[in-house]
T-cell receptor, first 112, second 110 residues
Framework: NAGVTQTPKFQVLKTGQSMTLQCAQD?????MYWYRQDPGMGLRLIYY???????DKGEVPNGYNVSRLNKREFSLRLESAAPSQTSVYFC???????????FGSGTRLTVV | SQQGEEDPQALSIQEGENATMNCSYK?????LQWYRQNSGRGLVHLIL???NEREKHSGRLRVTLDTSKKSSSLLITASRAADTASYFC??????????WGAGTKLIIKP
């Protein structure tokens, strides 16, 4: 099925551990995004990639890094996980601005 | 920072009734989008209305946009149990970013 695929779906990390969240889309979209969603809140943008070869910080980039590996893939790395990074992470993609986004099903991350 | 502010925060109605949710925003926009999120799942894009449009329909959904008041409304007609979800508005400009509201939680009672 066409769409955005995120892996893993669930992850538990210990404080200080690192991990990479993977995201891939097969719709030939230009722009890709990483969001986090905390209870009772809307989405907050961590990083985005407007097009292949570019990445930019969003609202809450501290503690994260990203790589736009190619047009399909956009990964999010936590170098040293902290309990404050416990959240649900969503990847999304779109053609460009003025189009709707397609979201992945999310990664539920717990940092203990 | 959140630009879209949804109202109400929660809404509970009987199946078959209409549900109306509102969204207000602060700055100029290129478009306004509505998304649905079922519990524990990813967001699904419902409808996008551009800044030069005033009303848009998609099935049982009707969205209006009033740029002079910086507000939008989402109307779901003839609600069904499957419409139970959280609904988010998001505003887009030319900066490749959407700014999201905190959402309206809609419960449809059988």
């Amino acid at each position: 099925n066409a769409g955005v695929t995120q892996t893993p779906k669930f992850q538990v990390l210990k404080t200080g551990q690192s991990m990479t969240l993977q995201c891939a889309q097969d719709m030939n979209h230009n722009s890709m995004y990483w969001y986090r969603q905390d209870p009772g809140m809307g989405l907050r943008l961590i990083y985005y990639s407007a097009s292949e070869g570019t990445t930019d910080k969003g609202e809450v980039p501290n503690g994260y890094n990203v790589s736009r590996l190619n047009k399909r893939e956009f990964s999010l790395r936590l170098e040293s996980a902290a309990p404050s990074q416990t959240s649900v992470y969503f990847c999304a993609s779109t053609w460009t601005d003025n189009y709707g986004y397609t979201f992945g099903s999310g990664t539920r991350l717990t940092v203990v | 920072s959140q630009q879209g502010e949804e109202d109400p925060q929660a809404l509970s109605i009987q199946e078959g009734e209409n549900a109306t949710m509102n969204c207000s925003y602060k700055t100029s926009i290129n478009n306004l989008q509505w998304y649905r999120q079922n519990s524990g799942r990813g967001l699904v894009h419902l409808i996008l209305i551009r800044s030069n449009e005033r009303e848009k329909h998609s099935g049982r959904l009707r969205v209006t946009l009033d740029t002079s008041k910086k507000s939008s409304s989402l109307l779901i007609t003839a609600s069904r149990a499957a419409d139970t979800a959280s609904y988010f508005c998001a505003t887009g400009d030319s900066n490749y970013q959407l700014i999201w509201g905190a959402g309206t939680k809609l419960i449809i009672k059988p």
